[in-house]
Structures are given as C-alpha cells and as structure tokens.
C-alpha cells in the first residue's frame, strides 16, 4: 500500500511513518513531500498512484486543502486524511471527500483506529488484493497484479516489479478478485484481462515486465479447455468496453 506524507514539518509528519511501522504484519510504503508542489510534480513526472494521502493543512507555500484541491482532478479514489493544529478547517476539508481529519499532537491509538477502517473500506471498494506471506499482510492494488500462478501449495503473485508468495488457494484468490477483471484460463492461473495481448488457440499472450520495465517480447499462460469458453466471453466484453 503505497502512502504519501506532506507537510513542511518533517518531524511531526514522521510520526505517522514511525507509528505504522511499529505495526510490522503490514506492509506500507511511504513517500515524504515537504510541500505541495513537490508532491503534485511528483505525481504528474512520475505517473504514480497513492492508496492514501496524509496532509498537513497548515503549509506555507501551499495549503493543505488547495493541494488536496489538485489531486482530486488527477485521482478521485484515493484516501485524503488531513492532518491540522485545530478544528477550524473542518467544514471546508469535506469538499474534496475527506477521509478523516486528525489533530496534531498525531495520537498512536487514533492513528490506528484510522488506518483500521482505511483497510476496510478500500477491501470493500474492492480496488485491493490482501494476502500473508512470512507472518506479514501485504496489500496490493488489483491494477498491480498481471497474472497469478500456483504450484503445489504456493501461489505466486506476479506484478511488473516483483512476485509476491501466498499459501491462498485459487479460489479464496478467485473470491478476493474482481470478476470483471480477473479470469481463470487454468486450473493453476488466472491472469489480469488489462494485460492481455493476444489469443491463439490455447495460450493467453500478456504483457511482459522485467524489474517495473514493458518488454518487447510476451508471456504465454496456457488455457485449459474447462475455462476456454468463460475466458472468450470476458475477454471479447472486456475488449468492446471504453
């Protein structure tokens, strides 16, 4: 889960850092921003998403809230929690569908308690994928996830940087996805219908990645004939759907 932190105060803005981190079942990954501008350059140089944002309003060079302003024309999805030394922004930080909004000195407990539903909410938008591996729950975006393969008890979960591992089955995995989006084409795969290149005969093409870079060549991820006819369906609706 990718987080972003701004605010022009490192120290009290590292607290959120150092508070979840604390908590080592979960896998968070956070990019600081000293200001907003850095944060919205950052955005549009780099073509990344956040799952959650932590803005502090009371910036110098821009506010909190006109940042938060900007990244709603860019991402309508993700999690804005404002962060402030009082009450007094509150009735304007709801129009731009505010999260929570936190009153800084940061409390550990609250932190958590805010985090908590952030998890459940995203989980029931069904926008995440969650999974254990090594005594630690990892959350990925399903848009990260190409394809999932499974070999003997392992799944291996592959996205364009890195596989992830996870003793899930292939249908507690088949029950976390998106229906509309994922697809089995064998009893051991299901693939991401977004990545998928070409069709033939009994093989799937999909995009192929190496260390986050599109390479020139594809995958093949066999199809079985007991999901051939379910994989045709949703590819040829997903293809005609703008």
Known sequence: MKIALCDDDPIEIGKVETYLNQNRLLNYEFDFFS????????????????????????MAEM????????????DLHALIIFISNDTIHMPEVFKVQTFDYLLKPICKEQLAITMDRAKDYLNKQNTYFDFSFGRKTIFLTLNEIIYISKSGRIAYIHTADKVYKTYLTMSEISEKLNADTFVRTHGSYVINLNYIVEIVKNEAFIKHYKDGVLQNTKLSVPISRKFKDELKIKYSHFSRTP
């Open 35 to 58: 200001s907003g501008t850095k944060l919205l350059k950052h955005l549009e140089s780099m073509d990344v998403k956040y799952s959650i944002y932590f803005i502090t309003i009371e």
């Open 63 to 74: 506010s909190g809230i006109e940042l938060a302003q900007q990244i709603r024309q860019l």
